[in-house]
């Protein structure tokens, strides 16, 4: 393969990355709860019923932030019902999965949850069957000093303080025709802005995100976000979108050129909020919040059957599925100046980077492109400007064989590559003006010899990451190798 070469210019920066864009989410659905992360019947449940195992793996992936409990799910969720004592709590039919709901995990388990994991909470209020009042009240239950009778109740249930819950959305997928309480977008508006106006009387520091067009392939797509932004107004601190792919065509090559497609859409809602920000000619900027996004394709059991923590959606995951999952990722950072929240659909079972099988707990090779980029893209992302050996992509147009994102940070640079090649190594050249490269600090490799290669409860490390040594320095200019099918995070000392 030709060479490529990526230039860099710390002048050329594009705005902090988000850690929020390491988010997830957490939704009662199929054994994302139920068996995932909460089982008290397991022998690695804490006091708490929260698997210990499970944990411990999510604490390595670098999860800053966790929408919670939905999803289609919220739509249906009544929050009340899930908090007090447990033996008090009601057993209801869910109707967004038709799965049975104990609601013996709720508002305050996941408080602890995410106070164990340290995860900033990101609540969906339920804007489907729900009411704007019963929103407002979970403010106030979640946020509110005790002397008022929703923060007194969550008192009452053992939590003095506050949970301090400072990002809200505002319903989930209301575009959609599956979505229970689904109307059209004027409808939808007039629902939010009134749940919006009681929810920040309530707390004037929350930020508040506005539910927009869940697909790109959906007939209202953009319009239902105009329409909705206009109306909303200085309410909407951010919009949210969703995207979930997939290889359907069993083309590894086009499949793996799905991020053109990632940076066009983020590119086209950044448009609509552009759009109506100038037609108003308002100061509020709208940012963007990618609140759910993951590959899924190959499961697509949704039907409980009436069940308890019925197996839905457990999507396997191989190689080619982690270099997509990396490559959203660099799409998320090269545009950190519009897009500050994202979510990986879901933390566990569920379309997840976990599996769980009885007492066994299985890391997928997902967790690690999003693991390696959390734990090192700290600071600010950097135009990336490439030339090398391109192919063109059915689906998805030309394609740029290597993928990349950089993140400067004081004296060190990090660098995020994908060689999306089927059968050939790469050899990459960075050029940096107005810096020298030093030295190579870390770099480690993420790669396999097939793109269907998974790991699997028999062999759980068939893809995990390793220390790349195809690296050289010189002249303030560096050098690197990577394989094909390969994703790469290397992080160089600079003057």
């Known amino acids: 393969m030709e060479k490529t070469q990526i230039y860099l210019d710390p002048h050329f920066s594009i705005a902090e990355v988000d850690r929020r864009i390491f988010g997830s989410f957490l939704e009662h659905l199929g ?5 995932g992360v909460y089982q008290p019947s397991s022998k690695h449940a804490d ?22 409990p939905g999803g289609n799910f ?5 929050w009340i019902d899930g908090i007090g004592p447990k033996q008090d709590r009601p057993t209801v039919r869910e109707l967004a999965w038709q799965s049975t709901e104990t609601n013996q995990f709720g508002t305050d388990e996941f408080m602890r949850l995410c106070s164990k994991m340290s995860w900033r909470p990101m609540m969906t209020v339920n804007l489907g069957t729900g009411t704007p009042e019963e929103a407002r009240n979970w403010v106030e239950y979640c946020n509110c000093p005790k002397g008022t009778k929703f923060a007194d109740l969550r008192v009452s249930n053992g939590f003095e303080e506050p949970h301090g819950v400072k990002l809200w959305c505002l319903g989930n997928e209301m ?16 629902r939010a802005q009134q749940a919006a106006k009681m929810m920040r009387d309530v707390d004037h520091s929350i930020e508040l995100v506005v539910a927009g067009s869940c ?44 991020s053109n497609s990632i940076d066009k859409q983020i590119e086209e809602m950044n448009a609509v909020c552009s759009y109506v920000q100038a037609r108003k000619r308002s100061r509020k900027r709208t940012y963007l919040c990618f609140d759910e996004w993951n590959v899924w394709y190959k499961n697509q059991v949704k039907d409980g059957s009436g069940k308890h923590a019925p197996h839905l959606l457990e999507e396997r995951y191989n190689l080619e599925d982690a270099l997509v999952v990396a490559g959203f990722l660099l799409s998320f950072i090269r545009h950190a100046d519009v897009l500050k929240i994202a979510n990986i659909a879901q933390l566990v079972n569920v379309i997840a980077p976990i599996l769980t099988d009885g007492e066994r707990c299985l890391v997928q090779s997902i967790y690690w492109p999003f693991a390696m980029i959390s734990e090192t893209a700290h600071g600010v992302a950097l135009r990336t400007v490439s030339e ?12 740029l064989f290597v993928d990349s994102a950089a993140v400067l940070e004081g004296d060190t640079i990090r660098i995020f590559l994908i060689n999306r090649s089927m059968d050939e190594s790469a050899e990459i050249e960075l050029r940096p003006t107005h810096i020298q490269i030093q030295r190579a600090k870390t770099a480690a490799l993420l790669t396999g010899n097939d793109s269907k290669l998974e790991n699997s409860f028999e062999k759980p490390n068939e893809i995990e990451p390793r ?18 099918l390969a994703f790469a995070s290397i992080t160089f000392q600079i003057s």
């Not at 006091?47 to 919670?68: F, H, M, N, P, W």
């Not at 979505?179 to 939808?188: F, I, K, M, S």
């Not at 239902?224 to 590894?252: C, K, M, P, S």
């Open 31 to 35: 054994r994302a709860v139920y068996q």
């Open 47 to 68: 006091e708490d019923g929260l698997r210990i195992d499970v944990l411990k793996a999510l604490s390595r992936l670098g999860v800053s932030i966790v929408r919670y």
């Open 74 to 78: 919220a739509s249906g969720y009544h």
């Open 175 to 190: 575009d959609a025709p599956w979505q229970l309480g689904h109307v059209p977008a004027e409808q939808y508006a007039l």
């Open 215 to 258: 697909l790109p392939s959906m007939e209202t797509y953009m319009d239902w976000d105009r329409i909705v932004l206009e109306y909303l107004g200085e309410y909407a601190d951010y919009i949210g979108f969703h995207r979930y792919v997939g290889n359907q065509l069993n083309d590894t090559a086009d499949y793996l050129a799905i």
């Open 388 to 399: 090398g050996p391109s192919y063109v992509s059915p689906s998805y147009g030309d394609t």
């Open 467 to 484: 220390e790349m040594e195809e690296i050289s320095v010189k002249d303030g200019a560096a050098k690197i190798e990577i394989p094909p």
